[in-house]
C-alpha cells in the first residue's frame, strides 16, 4: 500500500481528532502527503508535527467547512503547495442530541452545515481538480444514521441522511471522470461524539477509529477496476442487518 500512495495527495477535514487524526496518520504512515485539515490549529499542528516526527508528510491548514470562503481558500493553498489533490476524506462532522421537539432551528441548520454542507463544499472543490487529471477517490465517513434512525438523534440523521444522497450522486457525475465515490457508515465508535450521544453504550463494546482508517485503506487498496459504494461497518455486538 505504501508503494501505491507514494507522493498522492491526500486531504482530510476533520483531522484534528478521533476518526480524523487516526485517518491522517494512517495515510501518512502509508506514504502519502497528506493535509491535515480542521478548525483547531493546536491540534492540526501537533498532528503535522507528529506525522514529520514520525518520518511521514504533512501540512496543517485550517478551514471552517461551512464557510464557502474558507473552503476554496484551503483547496487554493494546496494548489500552491501540491498542485494536485488526489484522496479526499470528508470526515468533519458534527451532532446535537435532543428530541425533535427540543431541538432549535439554529441547531438543526449548525448539523446540516458541517456534515452535509461541509461534504458538499469539500467534495466540490476537490472534483474541480481531479476531473481535470481524469483521477481521484472521495471517501465520505457517514455513519449508520445514514440509512437507520435512533432516538434524540434527529439532527443528525437528517444530516447523515443527506451526506449518503450527495454520495450517491457524487458517485454517479464521478464516474465518467475516472473518479471514484464511496461511503463508510461506522456503527459505534470510541470517539467523544459517542460519549454525548450515546452513554448507554459500554465503551469495550465500541469500534475504534483504528477500525474506519482500516477502511479507508481498504478502498484505497483495490484495483482501478472494482468501486465499491458504501460500507458499514458495524459493532460486533450489535444487531445485524
Known amino acids: 500500500m505504501s508503494e501505491k500512495l507514494d507522493g498522492k495527495v491526500a486531504v482530510v477535514t476533520g483531522a484534528g481528532r478521533g476518526i480524523g487524526r487516526v485517518i491522517a496518520q494512517t495515510l501518512a504512515d502509508n506514504g502519502a502527503r497528506v493535509v491535515v485539515a480542521a478548525r483547531t490549529n493546536r491540534e492540526i499542528l501537533s498532528l503535522a508535527a507528529k ?3 514520525d518520518g ?3 501540512a496543517p491548514i485550517y478551514v471552517d467547512i461551512t464557510n464557502e470562503a ?3 481558500k484551503l483547496f487554493a493553498t494546496i494548489d500552491d503547495d501540491f498542485g494536485r489533490v488526489d484522496i479526499l476524506i470528508n470526515n468533519a462532522g458534527m451532532g446535537v442530541f435532543s428530541h425533535i421537539v427540543d431541538c432549535s432551528s439554529e441547531d438543526f441548520d449548525r448539523v446540516l452545515a458541517v456534515n452535509a454542507g461541509g461534504t458538499f463544499l469539500c ?5 474541480k481538480r481531479m476531473i481535470p487529471r481524469k483521477s481521484g477517490y472521495i471517501i465520505n465517513i457517514s455513519s449508520i444514521l445514514g440509512i437507520r434512525a435512533y432516538v434524540n438523534q434527529g439532527a443528525y440523521t437528517a444530516a447523515k441522511h443527506g451526506v449518503m444522497g450527495l454520495t450517491k450522486t457524487l458517485a454517479i457525475e464521478s464516474q465518467p471522470h475516472g473518479i471514484r465515490v464511496s461511503a463508510i457508515l461506522p456503527g459505534g465508535v470510541n470517539t467523544e461524539m459517542i460519549q454525548k450521544s450515546r452513554p448507554d453504550l459500554d465503551v469495550s463494546d465500541l469500534l475504534e477509529p483504528e477500525d474506519i482508517a482500516g477502511a479507508v485503506m481498504y478502498l484505497l487498496g483495490l484495483s482501478e477496476k472494482a468501486s465499491v459504494d458504501q460500507i458499514y461497518i458495524r459493532r460486533r455486538n ?3 442487518f
Not at 123 to 127: D, K, Q, T
Open 51 to 53: 506525522i514529520t516526527r
Open 56 to 58: 511521514g508528510k504533512a
Open 70 to 72: 474558507s473552503v476554496e
Open 123 to 127: 467534495s466540490r472543490e476537490a472534483l
Open 238 to 240: 450489535s444487531s445485524p
